[in-house]
């Protein structure tokens, strides 16, 4: 048996024997997705039990080394342990911000010390992070932000505001894009770390045409932040900045594919009806369903494509644009179908059949997947201006 | 297996490209164009192919040939597809490979090592009408003295007029048998049209054609398989062929968008083309991935490959007809002109678009295939 077949037995066993029967079931709602930190309350023991044997096999992260909570997996092995789990249908055991997005940018510009300090907690879900970016008067222009991080010596005193931090309310530490240099733009920008319990920091959940909060306003009131709290080097926070997006739209990009359903048409054609022929009984919606699992097929293989060169340092630096585009108007399509073949039922809201309009409401949160992080047409702008090299871009 | 290509596949379209590029570029086929070529291809380029032993590619190294598989072919027909290259390969390499190696027996010990040594060109006479129906097959095939008489006419056979053989599908009382029809075969007419990619299909007439009992593919009754193993390589070349196509013509488009100057700019920084030459990118790399899964599921004899194929075959015809509608658009009025070659990009994009099943026939081969 070559090492690969021998450590997917392996994988298979201890799945096996690890993962309880509540989390191989699918996803239904938002509790169901273990975000961890100091004030996560477990749905019930088995999220609890099957986080705690990740973490202790290191597979909350499993391609981080073993020293800040991996389990230093190949990235061949890595992808072995995601198909296994997919097998059984298992859930996530940890899904959070520090994992995606902050994680990445420390292994990659983060000390010896930081690493050790910040990734353990991480990997075994014990600080939840969130990510202040976007500021009130800068969005898509991310890089003319405000909030302005006052030099005291030890210390940096941090004034202004964040929009869009998503779960900024249940979130423990902040990764944060604080100006420093008003004088250079893109050379002016620290990226900081600090306690969401810091004096000064206050957050607002902004209501959402979804009726849901996930995202807040957050206010900085004169918050003290220790010197030696950034990544990378101070005033070039946007290097850091850039490198945090590029994981940051690729870990968006993965709603395209649709998680475990496997077609949106076969879903359909079970509450919905089929004609002597065994067809859908709604011909034009059938065409539109059947166009769209065609593209969900092949954003899947595009999805394992850009993995395996992602992983391998074989992918053009810029690909998770384009990933993210493609994922993201993919996802919104699909859920403009959920609504047209649920009919007047997904327009329920609030109705315990419809589990709180969970259709309507997820159609709704779809729209912001083009906006944050990114929307569609800055995608655009630097697949056309990194990636075919066009001019003035 | 990764989907990229490794070591040896890289070696090979690091070979294989420059070598079309050289040989048959676009400019070769205008040339057998404009000079009324009667064959379809050029016999001296199928010697070359020869040499670098590509038209046995597929073939099994006991029959003479290199037993590689479906990727390593795809990256043939990509380079064939970014030159616009006139050539047998498709449908005598790959799809008749495909089903002559499914099938063993005497037709494949007559035929692959032929194949394999550039000797014979080889047919598919699968579809009868206008659109692709191989699930409709209405050439039958009757027991006769020794063996059987086939009658019947088919449409869109690629080089049917010049092929030293054609593999034709025919009912037969309990399903679907193929055939190995011989050039000379009595009774089989083949008359050639000029396409719109300036290739030549034929429409072929079967009046009672009488062959033996081991002119049969495979077991009589029991042709459906192997039709599939042919359709199945011979869709997934195509849509190889496309990749090439829409790349070879994205590639002139954006090369263009930063050549040509009106309004005193260079019409690659309006952001007007930006977004739409970014979507296409896109929408090829996602075509390109698609085929490679298509290909190594096929290599792998994966039962998921089925599915794939039509995925791919559909992809690939939605990306590359919009890198050449898009690259005609762009280019403005040159772009309507016979001297540049976008233009044929498009031509040939339709006719491979169109060869063993279109995107609408696919996306609907994906709704029956999940249930709907």
């Given at each position: 048996?070559?090492?690969?077949?021998?450590?997917?037995?392996?994988?298979?066993?201890?799945?096996?024997?690890?993962?309880?029967?509540?989390?191989?079931?699918?996803?239904?709602?938002?509790?169901?997705?273990?975000?961890?930190?100091?004030?996560?309350?477990?749905?019930?023991?088995?999220?609890?039990?099957?986080?705690?044997?990740?973490?202790?096999?290191?597979?909350?992260?499993?391609?981080?080394?073993?020293?800040?909570?991996?389990?230093?997996?190949?990235?061949?092995?890595?992808?072995?342990?995601?198909?296994?789990?997919?097998?059984?249908?298992?859930?996530?055991?940890?899904?959070?911000?520090?994992?995606?997005?902050?994680?990445?940018?420390?292994?990659?510009?983060?000390?010896?010390?930081?690493?050790?300090?910040?990734?353990?907690?991480?990997?075994?879900?014990?600080?939840?992070?969130?990510?202040?970016?976007?500021?009130?008067?800068?969005?898509?222009?991310?890089?003319?932000?405000?909030?302005?991080?006052?030099?005291?010596?030890?210390?940096?005193?941090?004034?202004?505001?964040?929009?869009?931090?998503?779960?900024?309310?249940?979130?423990?530490?902040?990764?944060?894009?604080?100006?420093?240099?008003?004088?250079?733009?893109?050379?002016?920008?620290?990226?900081?770390?600090?306690?969401?319990?810091?004096?000064?920091?206050?957050?607002?959940?902004?209501?959402?045409?979804?009726?849901?909060?996930?995202?807040?306003?957050?206010?900085?009131?004169?918050?003290?932040?220790?010197?030696?709290?950034?990544?990378?080097?101070?005033?070039?926070?946007?290097?850091?900045?850039?490198?945090?997006?590029?994981?940051?739209?690729?870990?968006?990009?993965?709603?395209?594919?649709?998680?475990?359903?496997?077609?949106?048409?076969?879903?359909?054609?079970?509450?919905?009806?089929?004609?002597?022929?065994?067809?859908?009984?709604?011909?034009?919606?059938?065409?539109?369903?059947?166009?769209?699992?065609?593209?969900?097929?092949?954003?899947?293989?595009?999805?394992?494509?850009?993995?395996?060169?992602?992983?391998?340092?074989?992918?053009?630096?810029?690909?998770?644009?384009?990933?993210?585009?493609?994922?993201?108007?993919?996802?919104?399509?699909?859920?403009?179908?959920?609504?047209?073949?649920?009919?007047?039922?997904?327009l329920e809201w609030d109705s315990e059949e419809t589990k709180g309009g969970a259709r309507a409401r997820g159609w709704l949160r779809t729209k912001a997947n083009s906006i944050e992080g990114g929307t569609s047409e800055v995608m655009l702008n630097v697949i056309a201006k990194r990636i075919l090299d066009l001019p003035g871009a | 297996m990764p989907l990229y290509y490794n070591d040896d596949q890289a070696m090979l379209k690091d070979s294989v490209a420059p070598f079309v590029a050289e040989q048959a570029p676009v400019s070769h086929l205008r040339k057998l164009r404009d000079s009324a070529d009667a064959t379809g291809f050029s016999r001296d380029l199928w010697a070359q192919f020869t040499e670098m032993g590509l038209p046995g590619m597929l073939v099994p190294e006991a029959h003479g040939g290199l037993g590689m598989g479906h990727m390593e072919a795809g990256i043939v027909l990509e380079e064939i597809g970014r030159n616009l290259t006139p050539s047998p390969f498709l449908s005598t390499s790959v799809g008749a490979v495909a089903a002559l190696a499914k099938a063993g027996g005497t037709q494949a010990g007559r035929w692959l090592p032929a194949i394999a040594s550039g000797e014979a060109i080889i047919a598919l006479a699968i579809d009868e009408g206008a659109k692709h129906r191989p699930d409709r097959i209405a050439t039958t095939a009757t027991r006769a003295g020794n063996g059987f008489r086939l009658d019947g006419k088919k449409s869109f056979v690629l080089h049917g007029h010049v092929a030293d053989m054609s593999i034709v599908a025919a009912k037969t009382d309990g399903g679907i048998t193929l055939f190995a029809v011989p050039k000379d075969a009595k009774g089989v007419t083949a008359d050639p049209r000029r396409l719109v990619d300036s290739s030549l299909a034929s429409h072929v007439t079967l009046d009672g054609v009488e062959v033996d009992a081991d002119a049969v593919i495979g077991e009589v009754d029991a042709g459906g398989d192997i039709l599939d193993a042919l359709l199945a390589a011979t869709r997934t070349g195509a849509a190889a062929e496309m990749v090439g196509v829409g790349q070879g013509a994205m590639d002139m488009t954006v090369t263009y968008l930063k050549e040509r100057k009106q309004f005193g700019k260079l019409i690659g920084e309006f952001q007007g083309l930006q977004h739409r030459a970014a979507h296409l990118y896109g929408e090829m790399e996602v075509a390109r991935a698609t085929v490679m899964k298509a290909q190594q599921l096929l290599d792998e004899g994966n039962e998921g490959a089925k599915l794939m194929v039509s995925v791919a075959k559909a992809k690939a015809g939605r990306a590359a007809n919009l890198a050449v509608r898009e690259g005609v658009q762009m280019h403005g009025g040159i772009g309507m002109t016979d001297e540049y070659d976008i233009g044929l990009y498009m031509k040939r994009d339709r006719a491979l678009a169109e060869f063993m099943g279109d995107v609408h026939y696919h996306i609907d081969q994906v709704a029956r295939m999940n249930g709907y």
């Open positions: 048996m070559s090492d690969l077949a021998a450590f997917r037995a392996e994988t298979r066993a201890w799945l096996e024997a690890n993962c309880p029967a509540e989390m191989r079931e699918p996803v239904r709602e938002e509790g169901d997705v273990c975000w961890g930190g100091r004030k996560w309350v477990f749905k019930n023991d088995a999220q609890k039990t099957w986080l705690e044997a990740c973490v202790a096999k290191g597979y909350t992260v499993p391609d981080w080394p073993k020293a800040y909570g991996g389990a230093g997996l190949t990235p061949e092995q890595t992808k072995i342990l995601k198909q296994e789990m997919k097998r059984i249908h298992a859930r996530s055991p940890l899904d959070s911000f520090g994992i995606w997005m902050l994680g990445p940018a420390l292994l990659q510009f983060g000390t010896e010390e930081q690493k050790v300090q910040y990734l353990n907690p991480i990997a075994r879900g014990e600080i939840r992070w969130c990510q202040g970016y976007s500021e009130p008067g800068s969005g898509s222009d991310l890089v003319s932000l405000q909030t302005f991080g006052e030099d005291k010596g030890d210390h940096w005193v941090v004034n202004g505001s964040k929009i869009w931090t998503s779960y900024a309310d249940q979130a423990d530490w902040i990764f944060c894009l604080v100006r420093t240099d008003k004088a250079n733009k893109y050379q002016g920008i620290t990226f900081m770390l600090f306690d969401m319990e810091s004096p000064g920091v206050t957050t607002k959940p902004i209501l959402l045409i979804s009726g849901n909060s996930p995202f807040c306003e957050t206010f900085f009131d004169d918050v003290k932040v220790p010197k030696d709290q950034f990544v990378g080097e101070i005033n070039r926070g946007w290097d850091v900045a850039k490198y945090l997006l590029g994981h940051e739209r690729e870990m968006i990009s993965g709603g395209g594919a649709g998680g475990d359903m496997v077609s949106i048409g076969g879903a359909f054609a079970k509450s919905f009806g089929k004609n002597a022929a065994g067809e859908l009984d709604d011909p034009i919606l059938r065409a539109e369903m059947a166009a769209f699992d065609t593209d969900v097929f092949a954003y899947r293989a595009m999805g394992e494509r850009f993995m395996d060169m992602w992983k391998t340092g074989r992918a053009h630096p810029a690909s998770s644009n384009m990933m993210k585009y493609v994922g993201t108007e993919l996802n919104k399509r699909r859920h403009e179908l959920v609504m047209s073949g649920g009919g007047s039922e997904a | -």
